[in-house]
Structures are given as structure tokens and as C-alpha cells.
């Protein structure tokens, strides 16, 4: 072996001797002669700008391992931050399911020699339609707010509309998906994004400003139960009645952990349902574990129009033998290129096999006790926060996990607040004086079955100090 | 191929039902966290504290499995799936199917990484911004653009950014009115052409001559009307195309922007860039090049990078470095906002940088010139089978993958790529992926060997499909008939999943169409 | 249970011994005319799609003709058929190819075949219209018609695949098409659409994630349709051109148009239909004032979109629009089905057809178009 020689454990064929016999197998000096295709000017000259290699694997987990100890985690913290990702507990078997090497490296094998994932597809589709009550589910998108723009998009084409109306209290980053999907208003398709306000005193969304929004140029009507800020929309089926009034569809937004206890918008008759997976069985992963779904009615023209891959349970020539394919693949951007229906791509689908592992551990009865600790738990801390002085809890309609706390009264900013809350190892809410000033210093804490009596009694006791 | 047995495989059969089939009512598969008594009694019970309207009335359908037989079913699952790991996956080329390092995926495990939430504070995330900072100085250098960011989440996505980006850029110039034209090639990755349609753009493909993108056809079309061109090299043919400049020179010389595609890097890494040819974006799919693992279709990654003239319009927030702590950059007021929450898919940013790092320039420069020859070589074993061609460009290499046909093969034996790939996961191989649509290629299969497959991987793969090739002329009822050692049987009738009153996506809507 | 196939050998393709010697491309027909009478082509070229058919001759029951109208290739070839029928040997004539498709009709055929040239598929049109699923085997040089497969191997694939595998087939319109009479007796060759058969075609069903199958054309048709429609300016009157694509739009538009005609819409109102040379001539002169669109597709196999089912739309039709104003549609498929050959224009005037020659945009779905050849 050569000096010079790079050998690599990832790499069987740089070994000299093997690369040596594969060129001449093939007729070539060297490699070169390849890129000899490339002329000189498209020529990249010179060593890339990146460091040696790491040799070792320790080297090298040492390294990653030291650089990563730089994060604090919300093990050594006390988490409240919510507002999209939520801190759940993960069942063990669902990580030592996810991280099968067969799922975690499979990626698009026909429909034999990869069946077990179609399988576990198809479960994850079934057991979502249960907790959904609705009949139809695709492979999952980016999150949730790209699920709810694909549902935005899905309505309009539906129904040949091109306005949307949107709670005024959605999640801003989630807005922001939704008008990117929605386009720039010079594009010759594009969707208006209106706004609906809310109550003030309930925080619902107010259905005379729906009532005086909805046209017959509305596409879908979306709201959200809970909502961004935690409340439970209980107007559902008024929302869903109006929207079909008007020939407009129906859109729920909704955090699927709470469907063991709260009423899903597939019972009263949603068109479109999306929402995120991660807290089914995901790591927060500093939002790495975000995956949208889409659920909707089984009628040939939401599947004609979902963008994204259905799979359909098959017949094999074996009686009573499962198989799976693809329903109608020349919807989607990879079926029929440019003519697909918006476009698909590598998104979340493991994400699918944490969750039907996660629903299929659980059980109804485990749906339902984690949403009733979660909403005692959440109420819990409510009424201790609400009863110190200047701190009171926005909006009068119940929550689920998140409440929003208004600080204004107390003097205090919520940056002075969360700043003393950190010093005390514990992350508070998600300040959003900033997205939403109208509404004072207030902070979206999220509260869930990962936190005891004692954690909601120390965030109790820290706030006591600081306000 | 001589002296290479095929195995006798068979995959693990278990018959599984469905989950939901499955379970005896009462069992219990996990143990919530109960709630305390003293909140208990304190906060009311769930009706006090549910609107009557919101209160779910009929409990959720379903199964109800201790955790043993859980675990055994989605095991069983798992075995039914070959996976990467244990499949040779050389079949499913432009997606780069990369050893995925066990060593990242215990990092990315670990509490410092799967516990962290998005919106702690700035300097509670030093760890991984930092990662996310160099792993862009990383992609800087690879591709010669000067500012990257990692909210995408897969590689579609980062051209649909790109379609979102120039949409904003030419807003800002007035010039949104007249520039609505995306161009893009017929063997370039067809969501260049899907998002760009999706961001509300016109799309123009161009036609191939001889295997490489028209030049010619560029330039009759290139005007005041085109935004941008969106385009790959090496295309999924994998023939280099050499005036790619002469490509971005006439769309920068009509007022329009390029992007590049570079799903198929792995190939050229330390050997073209970006840069050189004239773009003004690119992007890279971590999931492919950069040893991220394909997870049953994501999570993903897309890195997209930018020359200085476009960084103003990234997505927010961008990572950046004030004297020796690392930021997110909020405040870009030109930014086209949010495409994705959060910061994206920071465990597979993790997992890119640790592979760079393991490897340094000469391990990136080895992985293209390995991946090139492990092509060169598979070419030649798969050359030699009766049956077997690639159209266009003759006497030209190929780089790190090719498009055959089968089209010879299917002319004789009315047998071609569909069939033939039914067949090879019979000797335990991973089944190939065809094409793209629409089928330019007759009877595709564009086979990508990345520096991940050993000679001995290479050689047994082609002798697979060989001896598949021999099948279909001299038993072709065992090519008709297969898959003979796999997890089930054919498939009886695809027109099953065409069809609104035959296809079940649900459980649900299986027991309601076949009146279970 | 079997799939009942018919047979119909026209065992002298006629088409090249009809026009002679006549027009430009004299030699070639020439040359075709030769083929035909020194050797006769149709039975050796339905001969080798029945040597492969006889595979799956257990799944099928064949209904034929006598003698060289199909029994004696199907024997031959080892094929047990069921034979009708009865004709005068060695003198076979285009009345019983139109006698023989009748007759397998009332068999109840799933399926008819026939070999033969664009007469031979012209007669089987005057017989059965569009009521039966055909398919064509190729038995002369130069076919206009798209009801013919591409060769005879082809043919003989796709009826194994509608036997044995009907999921992997869908159906589509194909042309029909045949020398123009009239021009003939003008000293020309060009051939004139006479209607449109349903054909198999390999959908190319493939069931991985990914990649997708090859979308029917109807509804590439219905993008294409909506991208027209949608691009229409309420001053210009469209002229639209012949064929199933260009169909498509005044279906959608719900009007009255004709698929083998040439209609005028402005405003998305029908102004008139089945126009041909002078009456669009005259429309033109009308409306001095008023612009002129030209929406034409690609017709028959060798990628025509002038001159070919559509010679209403004259040079001096062409010329009064402007080039600049021709919009051009077709399905990916049937652009593919080109195999990289150019779209050709054969409008009678050799100076015009260079000036149509070069880069063109053809619309090929909503917001989409592809960059397309044009040559003479």
C-alpha cells in the first residue's frame, strides 16, 4: 500500500489493488478518462476547503459528541416550549422499530421487496383513519403547515375557487407555508389568503366574520382544533356547515394526540383534515421530527387531486394474501412529470411507522388517558399561573396542552421572564409579543403527560419569584 | 458473469395480518402516565373541562395488543423489507444509495440531538448551529456558492425554493409580469418542472438530441419572458453535458437565473462545481450524497446553496456567526419567508457533516472516483448481456449512473423491465427503480452502483440480472409468474388500484367495499 | 375464458399500386409498389406476429377469413382458427375486407387484427366505425394511419398483453387515414383523415413509488384543453384544426366542433364548423380587421401537423394567420411516439414549409409546453 493511497472503511473498492483490476476490467488508466467529458474550464482546480478527515470512528464520535455537548437538552431543562413540536414521551418500542435498519435505509422498492413497509403504510393509513374518523389517508408531506397548503390547493382545484379563509390566530410560521403555497399574488393561480378574526373574549374564530368572508369565490375554509394557541374550537360543525353552504370545503387542522378525548372533524363531516405527526411517537429533534398528513374523504376526486402517494391494499394471486401499490400513480409529479397535481417528493415516511407503532401501543385507551393527563395537567398549571399576581391565562374558551399567559399586568417582559425561567433550568413559553403585540407580553407555554406534579409545581414556584 | 452463484434466498414469510386485525380487547400495549390525585381533584373531570361539541363520543377503533406481540408484528414487518442494508441497492439510481453510517445514527440518538426543542434559546443550541454553520462552509467549498441553508425538507423541495426565490427576485425588479417562464430538460428531475408549475410559473421543456439537453432549442426559446432555467449534470442518462456554460450564458444573457439540480453529485464532488458552470443556486440532497439515510421516503434533507446575489431571498432563519457564537438570522427583510417550520431537518444536517468528516477532501475526491468506476464497471458487466442497451451518445461515458433498455430484450421475449425487476429481488437483491416519466427510454432501469457497492456487490448484481435475462428466453413462465421467493406472491390485478370501488386505502374502506 | 381475436389479412396492401407514380414522393411509392407485387408483404408480415402469438394460442380462439385473408398465415403458423366467411381466391378486394370485419363483429371479436395499408384500415373504419377495439400490423412501407402498431413484434405484444394481461393496457384513439383522392388527381400526395379507431396500447404500469405508469391520453388532453381555453384572448377567432386533441377543447368549451373538421370559435362561441379551404378563405377575407389563430395538432403516425387530415388550413390560409399565430398541441405520448423524428409540415408549398421549419412551442399540458422540431 501506497502513501498516498485512501483507503476508506466506506468505501470496498479504493482499495488499490481492487480498483486497479476493476480499470483494467474496463479498459481505463484511470478515472480521468471519464472526466475527461468535462473540459477544462468547468474544472474544479485545487483541494476542496474542508478539513482532514477524521480517521477513527471514536476520533470521530468524540468530535461530534464534544461539539453536540454544546446544546442543553430538555432532559437537563424543564420544557415548556411548544408551538409546533411537542415534548411527548416516546415509547421504546417505537425507537427500536423506527431505527430497524430495514426501515430506516429502505427507500422505494417495488411492491415485493419492500411489502413490510407497504404493510406498515397501510396500517399506519388505517389506524390514522380510526383516530381521523375519515376514510382516506396519503403518505405524509413536510409538516404541518405544507399539509395544510396542499389541502388549500387540493380545495381549490376541487372546487375551482381561488380564495381561502384562514383563523387570524394561526401559528405564523404555518401562515407563512400556507401563503408560499398559495402564491404571489401576480402568479396567475394564485389563492387569496383571507383572514378571519377571532373573538376576543373566546378566542374562537368569529363566525360573523367568517359569515361576511365566505363567498362563492371561497375554496375551503381552514381552522384548527386546538388551535395555535391551544384553545378547542368547538365550532367545527358550524364551520363546516357554512363553508358547504357556500360550495366551499371544509379544512381541520388538527394535533392528533388530543383524539383519544376530543371530537375529530371527520365525525361531522370535514372534507380535508391535516395536522402533524411528531407527537406520535417522534423526537422533538430541534424540529427534525415534523411530518404533515393529509387526510380526506375516499371520492375519486380528492384522490384524483391529492398530490401525494396513496397506496392501495391488493389481491396477490395467493388467496388471502396482502400486497400494496399505488393508487392511481398519474397524479403525482413523479407518474405524469409537469402534469402532475402540485409535486411530491422524499418527505417524511418514517415518520408514518413511529406513528402506527405508536397508535397501535396505545390503543383507545391509551389515547384517552394521555389526553386526559394532558388536559389535567394543562388545566392544572393554569389555575396555579392564573392566581399569581398580574399574570392571567388569555382567552376564555378551555384548552387542551397549550394556554397563552399574559404577563403585561405583572410589568414584566416575557424576555425578562424566560430569562430568569432559564436560569432556573427551565425554558418557558414561546414569547410571541412579537408575532402578536395586539395581545400584550404573552407566552405560549405547553404542558403535556411528560411533566409530573412537581415539574408544574417548580414552574409555579420560579414564576412566583420572578413576577 | 463466470464463477458468481446466486444465493438461494428467500425473504422471511410470516403471513402477517393487518395490525388491526390483530388483539383482544383489554389488552394493553404501553402505560400512560396517570394523573396525579391532587390535580385530579382540583381541575374537574372531562366533560368540566371539554365542550360538550368537542367531547369525543365514540372511542377511536383501535387495536388493542400487549406490547410483545406489537413489537413482533412491526419485527415481522421489518423483516419483510430488504431495505438498503441487506439488499444491494444498486437498482435505484439518482437516489445514491449510500451507506448510512452507524456511527451517526447513534449521534443523532442522542439526548443532545433528539431531545432538544427548536425554540430554546439561541445559546442552548450552540451545538448543533455550529454543525449546521460548517456543514455549510462544507457545501460552500464543494459548490463554489457563497451561502447555504438547510430548511428544505428533501429535494424537491429545495427546487421548489429556488422557484419561490426567483419569483421573489423577479418581484422586486417589476419584472414578475413578463418573466413567467421556467425552462428545464426532458432528462432533468421532473420536479423541476412540478414546482416551479406549482409556484404558479409556465414550463418549457426542452428536447434532447443525442441524450444531451438542445442547445439550440435553449436558445430559440430564451427571451424576455424567461425567469429561470432549472437543470441537472450529470443528466439521469449520466452523460455529462459539456457546454453546460453555454447554457447558463444564454439564459443570463436573456435576464434569467440557473439552477442547478445536483442530485447526481456524488460523481463529480471535488470535480466540477456549481460555481464553474455558471449557476446562481444549486442544491444538494443530503439524504443521497451525503449518507443520510432514505427512511422509507424521509425524513429528508435538502441543502440549498446561493451565490451572494441571491442570499437576501433565502428562507428565514439563516445560521450565521458573530465573533464566536452562531445565530439565527431572522431579520432578512427581502427573505421569501417560511417554507418549512422551524430550521428543517437538523438530525440529517448532523448526519452530513459527520460523513464529511469522516471522509476530508481526499475521501470526497475517492467517493466520486470510486462511484465513477464502480459505473464504468457495471457497465461492462451488464454490456455483455443479450437484451441489453443504452440509446444515444455512442462512444461516450457515462458517469455515475446510466438508462438502460430493455427494449431489445421485451422485442424478443415480450418480457422487459417491468417483469424482469419482479424477478431479480428473487436472489435477494433490491428491486431496481425504472425512470422517470415519461419513458423517453424504452423499458428503463437506470442502476446507480454509488462507492458504497463493493466489485464482488457489482458482479453479483449484474449476474442477477443476467440470469433473469436468460429466464425470459428460455422459462419465461418463471419470469411471468415472479416473485417466487419473496414475502408474497404477485400481484393479481393492478386495474384493482385504478379502480374507486376496488382500491381500499383504509382498513376501513376495505371492510366497507368487500362488505367484511 | 378465451379471449375471442379476429383476423383480417389484406393480402395485397393496395395503396402503392393506386397512386403510382404520381407526386414528389413518387419514388418511394415506387419503391413500395415494387415490395408489394414482387413479394407479397402482408402475409409474411402477419406471419411474424402470429409466430408469436402462438404461445398464448391456449387463451385465445381466432376467427379468420379463408384462404389469404387470414387462414392460411394462421395455419401456417400453427394456429387452429375458426374460419367464415367465403371469398374468391387470388382476386380479393377491398369489399371483402369491409365484409369480413362485419362478419367477426357479429362473432363477437374482443379484439379485431388486421394487416394491411391505410386502405386496408380505411375499409375496416367504413365497417365497423369505432365500435371495436383493433389493432393494425403494418403491412406496407409508408403508413399514415396511428392504428397500426409499429411493427409486426409490437403488434403481436400487445394482443399477448390484452389476453393474458388487460391491466397493463388501456385504450386510445388512433387515426385513420388515407390518400386524399382529390389531390391525387392534382399530381399530390397526401393523405386524408377519415376517422379514429380505438387501439391497446402498454401502459407501462409500473406500481413502484416514484415512478409512475404512462397517464392515458385523455387526460393529458383535458390539461391541454384547459391551457387553450384558458389562454384565449376574446378578439381572435380560432381556427381549430382536425383530431382528438384538438377535439378536446371544443368539448370542454361544450360546442358543437367537428373531429374531422376544421371549426371557428371567437369568444368561445362557435362561428361556424366543418369550414374548408374557401369557406375559411372567405372567413378570412371578412374580417380584415380581426386576428387569426391557428390551433392544429399532430395527425397520423409521421408527426404531420400541416398537410396531412388538415389541408383545409391551405398556404394561404397559413399565410393570411401568420406562423407566428399557429398554436400547436399534442400529448406527450404522441410526441414521444415519434421516436426523436421531427414534426413534419407538407403543405403543397415547398417555399411556405421552409418557413415553418425550425424550433417550435407545443403546448403539452396546463402551463406547459415543450420545445419541438419542425421540418419539410
Redesign the interface.
Known amino acids: 500500500m501506497k502513501e498516498n493511497d485512501f483507503i476508506h472503511p466506506y468505501i470496498p473498492n479504493s482499495v488499490p489493488e481492487v480498483r486497479d483490476e476493476m480499470l483494467r476490467a474496463v479498459g481505463l488508466k484511470s478515472v480521468y478518462d471519464v472526466y475527461s467529458e468535462i473540459p477544462e474550464r468547468l474544472r474544479f482546480k485545487g483541494v476542496l476547503d474542508i478539513p482532514e478527515a477524521i480517521q477513527s470512528e471514536y476520533a470521530l464520535k468524540r468530535h461530534v459528541e464534544q461539539v453536540l455537548g454544546k446544546n442543553k437538552t430538555c432532559r437537563e431543562y424543564l420544557n415548556f416550549l411548544g408551538a409546533g413540536c411537542w415534548q411527548h414521551y416516546v415509547p421504546a418500542v417505537v425507537d427500536e422499530i423506527v431505527n430497524r435498519s430495514e426501515f430506516l435505509t429502505a427507500y422505494c422498492g417495488a411492491n415485493y421487496s419492500d411489502v413490510g413497509k407497504y404493510q406498515a403504510r397501510f396500517e399506519f393509513n388505517s389506524l390514522m383513519a380510526e383516530l381521523l374518523d375519515i376514510d382516506a389517508v396519503s403518505n405524509p408531506i413536510y409538516d404541518w403547515g405544507d399539509a395544510a397548503g396542499r389541502a388549500i390547493r387540493m380545495a381549490s382545484r376541487i372546487t375551482g375557487r381561488n380564495e381561502v379563509l384562514v383563523p387570524k390566530l394561526t401559528c405564523p410560521d404555518r401562515l407563512g407555508e400556507i401563503r408560499q403555497l398559495c402564491q404571489l399574488e401576480e402568479m396567475s393561480n394564485a389563492i387569496a389568503v383571507i383572514l378571519v378574526a377571532h373573538d376576543p373574549e373566546t378566542g374562537l374564530l368569529d363566525l360573523n366574520d367568517l359569515n361576511t368572508k365566505l363567498s362563492d369565490a371561497t375554496a375551503a375554509v381552514y381552522y384548527e382544533t386546538p388551535s395555535y394557541l391551544g384553545l378547542i374550537e368547538d365550532q367545527g360543525e358550524e364551520i363546516t356547515r357554512m363553508a358547504h353552504k357556500k360550495g366551499a370545503l371544509s379544512i381541520g387542522g388538527v394535533d392528533p394526540i388530543s383524539l383519544g378525548i376530543l371530537c375529530p372533524p371527520g365525525s361531522y363531516g370535514a372534507d380535508l383534515i391535516v395536522g402533524d405527526l411528531q407527537p406520535l411517537g417522534v423526537h422533538m429533534s430541534a424540529g427534525g421530527g415534523q411530518s404533515g398528513f393529509i387526510a380526506f374523504r375516499d371520492e375519486e376526486i380528492f384522490i384524483a387531486e391529492c398530490p401525494l402517494e396513496i397506496y392501495s391494499i391488493m389481491d396477490t394471486v395467493e388467496e388471502g394474501e396482502y400486497a400494496f401499490a399505488e393508487v392511481r400513480s398519474d397524479r403525482t409529479s413523479y407518474g405524469s412529470r409537469d402534469k402532475g397535481k402540485d409535486w411530491v417528493g422524499t418527505a417524511s415516511g418514517l415518520w408514518t411507522i413511529a406513528s402506527a407503532v405508536y397508535l397501535s401501543l396505545m390503543g383507545p385507551k391509551g389515547m384517552k388517558e394521555i389526553g386526559e393527563v394532558i388536559i389535567k395537567n394543562s388545566k392544572y398549571t393554569q389555575n396555579l399561573i392564573s392566581s399569581l399576581p398580574g399574570v392571567s391565562i388569555k382567552f376564555s374558551q378551555p384548552h387542551f396542552k397549550e394556554f397563552l399567559v399574559d404577563f403585561s399586568a405583572s410589568g414584566k417582559t416575557i424576555a425578562q421572564i424566560n430569562a430568569a425561567l432559564l436560569q432556573e433550568k427551565i425554558f418557558g413559553g414561546k414569547d410571541i409579543s412579537g408575532e402578536y403585540p395586539e395581545l400584550g407580553e404573552c407566552a405560549l407555554f405547553c404542558v403535556t403527560e411528560i411533566h409530573t406534579k412537581e415539574d408544574l409545581n417548580r414552574l409555579y414556584l420560579a414564576l412566583k419569584e420572578i413576577v | 458473469m463466470k464463477g458468481i452463484k446466486l444465493k438461494k434466498y428467500h425473504?422471511p414469510k410470516y403471513?402477517?395480518p393487518?395490525?388491526?386485525e390483530i388483539?383482544v380487547d383489554g389488552?394493553?400495549?404501553?402505560?400512560?402516565?396517570?394523573?396525579?390525585k391532587?390535580?385530579?381533584d382540583?381541575?374537574?373531570t372531562?366533560e368540566d373541562?371539554?365542550?360538550?361539541?368537542?367531547?369525543?363520543?365514540?372511542?377511536?377503533?383501535?387495536?388493542?395488543?400487549d406490547?410483545y406481540h406489537?413489537?413482533m408484528?412491526?419485527?415481522?414487518?421489518?423483516?419483510?423489507?430488504?431495505?438498503?442494508?441487506?439488499?444491494i441497492?444498486i437498482g435505484?439510481g439518482t437516489?445514491t444509495?449510500?451507506?448510512?453510517?452507524k456511527?451517526n445514527?447513534?449521534?443523532?440518538?442522542?439526548?443532545?440531538?433528539?431531545?432538544?426543542?427548536?425554540?430554546?434559546?439561541e445559546k442552548?443550541?450552540?451545538?448543533?448551529l455550529?454543525?449546521a454553520y460548517e456543514l455549510r462552509?462544507?457545501l460552500k467549498?464543494?459548490s463554489?456558492m457563497d451561502e447555504f441553508c438547510f430548511q428544505t425538507?428533501?429535494?424537491?423541495?429545495a427546487t421548489?425554493i429556488n422557484a419561490?426565490i426567483t419569483?421573489?427576485y423577479f418581484?422586486e425588479r417589476g419584472e414578475?409580469?413578463t418573466r413567467?417562464e421556467v425552462i428545464t430538460t426532458q432528462f432533468t428531475h421532473?420536479?423541476n418542472?412540478?414546482?416551479p408549475?406549482?409556484?404558479?410559473?409556465?414550463?418549457?421543456?426542452?428536447?434532447h438530441k443525442n441524450g444531451y439537453p438542445?442547445l439550440?432549442?435553449l436558445k430559440?426559446?430564451v427571451s424576455e419572458r424567461t425567469a429561470a432555467i432549472h437543470m441537472t449534470n450529470p443528466e439521469d442518462t449520466g452523460l455529462?453535458n459539456?457546454v453546460?456554460?453555454e447554457f447558463t450564458k444564454a439564459v443570463h444573457d436573456a435576464g434569467g437565473l440557473c439552477f442547478y439540480d445536483q442530485a447526481n453529485a456524488n460523481g463529480?464532488?471535488?470535480?466540477?462545481?456549481a460555481r464553474?458552470?455558471g449557476f446562481d443556486a444549486c442544491h444538494f440532497?443530503l439524504?443521497k450524497t451525503f449518507?443520510s439515510?432514505?427512511?422509507?421516503?424521509?425524513?429528508?434533507a435538502g441543502a440549498y446553496g446561493c451565490t451572494e446575489a441571491l442570499a437576501a431571498y433565502l428562507p428565514v432563519p439563516v445560521v450565521t456567526k458573530l465573533s464566536d457564537a452562531y445565530h439565527l438570522d431572522f431579520d432578512r427583510p427581502k427573505s421569501?419567508?417560511?417554507?418549512?417550520?422551524?430550521?428543517?431537518?437538523?438530525?440529517?444536517v448532523?448526519r452530513a457533516?459527520?460523513w464529511?468528516?469522516?471522509?476530508?477532501?481526499?475521501?470526497?475526491?475517492?467517493?466520486a472516483?470510486?462511484s465513477?468506476?464502480?459505473n464504468?464497471?457495471l457497465?461492462?458487466l451488464l454490456s455483455q448481456i443479450d437484451g441489453i442497451s443504452y440509446p444515444y451518445a455512442e462512444g461516450?461515458?457515462r458517469?455515475e449512473q446510466i438508462r438502460y433498455s430493455m427494449a431489445k430484450l421485451?422485442?424478443e421475449t415480450?418480457l422487459g423491465s417491468?417483469e424482469i425487476?419482479?424477478r431479480i429481488?428473487d436472489f435477494g437483491i433490491?428491486?431496481y427503480?425504472?425512470?422517470?416519466?415519461?419513458?423517453?427510454v424504452p423499458e428503463p432501469f437506470t442502476p446507480e452502483p454509488c462507492?458504497?457497492?463493493?466489485?464482488e456487490?457489482i458482479e453479483y448484481w449484474a449476474t442477477a440480472i443476467e440470469q433473469a435475462c436468460k429466464e425470459a428466453r428460455e422459462t419465461?413462465e418463471i419470469i411471468e409468474?415472479a416473485?417466487h421467493n419473496?414475502?408474497?406472491?404477485?400481484?393479481?390485478?393492478?386495474?384493482?388500484?385504478?379502480d374507486?370501488d376496488r382500491?381500499?386505502?383504509?382498513?376501513?374502506?376495505?371492510k366497507?367495499k368487500t362488505k367484511k | 375464458m378465451k379471449k375471442k381475436i379476429g383476423l383480417i389479412v389484406n393480402p395485397v396492401a393496395g395503396m402503392g399500386g393506386r397512386v403510382g407514380l404520381k407526386g414528389s414522393d413518387g419514388k418511394k411509392i415506387h419503391k413500395m409498389a415494387l415490395a408489394l407485387g414482387a413479394v407479397p408483404v402482408s402475409p409474411k408480415r402477419t406471419c411474424e406476429a402470429l409466430n408469436v402469438l402462438s404461445g398464448i394460442q391456449t387463451k385465445i380462439e381466432l376467427f379468420t377469413y379463408p384462404a389469404e385473408m387470414g387462414q392460411d398465415e394462421a395455419v401456417l403458423c400453427g394456429l387452429s382458427p375458426n374460419v367464415i366467411g367465403s371469398i374468391q381466391k387470388g382476386k380479393t378486394t377491398p369489399g371483402d375486407t369491409i365484409k369480413a370485419a362485419r362478419d367477426l363483429e357479429k362473432t363477437g371479436v374482443d379484439l379485431l387484427v388486421f394487416t394491411g395499408g391505410d386502405g386496408t384500415a380505411r375499409n375496416i373504419y367504413d365497417a365497423v366505425s369505432d365500435r371495436l377495439t383493433v389493432i393494425g400490423i403494418p403491412g406496407g412501407v409508408k403508413i399514415h394511419s396511428g392504428v397500426y402498431a409499429a411493427n409486426p413484434v409490437k403488434a403481436a405484444r400487445l394482443i399477448i398483453d390484452f389476453v393474458t394481461s388487460p391491466s397493463k393496457i388501456a385504450l386510445q384513439t388512433a387515426e385513420v387515414m388515407d390518400i386524399d383522392e382529390e389531390m391525387v388527381r392534382q399530381d399530390k400526395v397526401s393523405a386524408k383523415l377519415y376517422g379514429y379507431m380505438k387501439i391497446p396500447y402498454e401502459r407501462g404500469l409500473n406500481q413502484s413509488s416514484k415512478a409512475g405508469s404512462n397517464p392515458k391520453d385523455e387526460m393529458f388532453q383535458d390539461e391541454i384543453a384547459l391551457d387553450v381555453i384558458h389562454n384565449m384572448d376574446p378578439k381572435v377567432i380560432y381556427l381549430v384544426s382536425a383530431g382528438t386533441t384538438t377535439k378536446a377543447i371544443m368539448d370542454k368549451l361544450k360546442l358543437e366542433g367537428t373531429l374531422l373538421g376544421i371549426d371557428a370559435v371567437k369568444n368561445k362561441q362557435l362561428i361556424s364548423a366543418d369550414l374548408n379551404e374557401s369557406a375559411i378563405l372567405q372567413l378570412l377575407a371578412r374580417e380584415p380587421e380581426t386576428p387569426f389563430n391557428i390551433i392544429t395538432t399532430v395527425i397520423g403516425r409521421q408527426g404531420y401537423i400541416f398537410g396531412r387530415g388538415n389541408q383545409q388550413i391551405s398556404p394561404a390560409v397559413i399565410r393570411r394567420v401568420g406562423k407566428e399565430n399557429v398554436i400547436v398541441i399534442a400529448t406527450i405520448n404522441k410526441i414521444l411516439s415519434l421516436n426523436q423524428e421531427p414534426f413534419l409540415v407538407d403543405t403543397g408549398d415547398p417555399e411556405l414549409d421552409k418557413e415553418l421549419e425550425g424550433y417550435i412551442r407545443v403546448t403539452t399540458g396546463f402551463g406547459k409546453q415543450h420545445i419541438y422540431n419542425v421540418s419539410s
Not at chain 2, 425504472?434 to 423517453?440: E, F, I, N
Request: charged share 20%.
Open positions: 425473504a403471513d402477517e393487518l395490525i388491526m388483539g389488552r394493553r400495549g404501553i402505560m400512560v402516565p396517570q394523573v396525579d391532587e390535580i385530579d382540583t381541575v374537574g372531562l373541562l371539554i365542550p360538550a361539541k368537542s367531547q369525543r363520543k365514540k372511542a377511536p377503533a383501535l387495536p388493542e395488543i406490547q406489537t413489537l408484528h412491526f419485527l415481522r414487518l421489518s423483516q419483510m423489507t430488504l431495505g438498503m442494508e441487506t439488499g441497492d435505484e437516489c444509495m449510500k451507506y448510512s453510517p456511527v445514527e447513534e449521534l443523532v440518538r442522542s439526548p443532545q440531538m433528539a431531545e432538544v426543542h427548536p425554540l430554546q434559546p442552548t443550541l450552540q451545538g448543533i455550529e454543525i462552509n462544507y467549498a464543494i463554489g425538507g428533501g429535494g424537491a423541495h421548489y419561490c419569483r421573489k418581484q414578475l409580469g413567467n421532473p420536479c418542472a412540478a414546482t408549475s406549482t409556484a404558479g410559473f409556465r414550463v418549457i421543456i426542452l428536447p438542445d439550440d432549442a430559440s426559446v455529462y459539456p453546460v456554460d463529480i464532488m471535488s470535480v466540477a462545481r464553474e458552470a440532497n439524504h449518507s439515510p432514505h427512511g422509507c421516503e424521509g425524513p429528508a421569501i419567508g417560511k417554507v418549512r417550520s422551524f430550521y428543517g431537518n437538523l438530525p440529517a448532523l457533516y459527520a464529511i468528516r469522516s471522509m476530508g477532501p481526499k475521501g470526497i475526491k475517492t467517493t472516483e470510486i465513477i468506476l464502480n464504468q464497471y457497465e461492462h461516450k461515458p458517469f421485451k422485442e415480450g417491468h425487476q419482479n429481488v433490491q428491486s427503480w425504472l425512470s422517470h416519466h415519461p419513458y423517453v462507492e458504497t457497492y463493493s466489485k456487490d419465461p409468474s416473485p419473496q414475502a408474497i406472491h404477485q400481484i393479481k390485478d393492478f386495474s384493482q388500484a385504478e374507486a382500491w381500499a386505502i383504509t382498513w376501513r374502506a376495505y366497507k
